[in-house]
């Protein structure tokens, strides 16, 4: 078999355009910028656990809210990208759903030397991840578009309705961050938000590929 002496090349370029690779790329740093992230005078440099796990939960609600958006566009008009998307989307948000207890977990023994399991919006988001992960399973198994946003749909529906309802006991409303009078830190805490969402929006992508 011969060697094609650009074909090295052509692989190199076709793994830079792979979107798992980019979303790779995006958590080593958002691992750099978490790690450099200011310090706090009560928490001291623990709060950059508080920091990561923030922008980690938002872009989690914000896959899933465009799932729930994109399902609904696609159960309206018919269109099938838009269940494609819905489908991605939804599948991205459970993985940064789920993946943002262990963190939540993280902020808890490093800041306040305890879980605390009972905390209401833990719970919810515990239940909503068990509930997430057999609903993705089951709408995979089923291969239902219309199925998949409707559920996506109704899964998001539910969970801003829980979130509402939980109270605040370790989540200060709405966030101290951006009320507190800082620009250093509200750049910082949005150009991580951007970079953590930059790597669901990447996952998202390659869930798409995984489709066509």
Known sequence: MENHPGGHGLDFMKGLR??????????????????????????GPNVRIVYLHGAW????????????????VGILSGRKRFHDWSQALGRSGIIFWVTYLPLS?????????????????????FVFALTGILLQVGLALLGRPVLTS???VLFF??????????????????????ESGIPGLQIYFLGLIVLVMSAAYFLTRWFLHKQS
């Open 57 to 72: 939960v938002l872009a989690a609600e914000a896959c899933l809210a465009s799932a729930a958006f994109s399902g609904l």
């Open 157 to 178: 529906t539910a969970l801003l309705f829980a979130l509402r309802q939980a109270g605040y006991v370790m989540h200060p409303p709405p966030s101290p961050i951006f």
């Open 18 to 43: 792979s979107p798992f690779l980019w979303f790779l790329l995006c958590l080593v740093v958002v691992a750099g910028l978490a790690a450099i992230g200011p310090e706090e005078k009560t928490l």
């Open 150 to 152: 409707l559920g996506n």
């Open 105 to 125: 977990l993280w902020a808890m023994q490093a800041n306040w030397n305890g879980l605390f399991l009972a905390e209401p919006r833990f719970r919810v988001g």
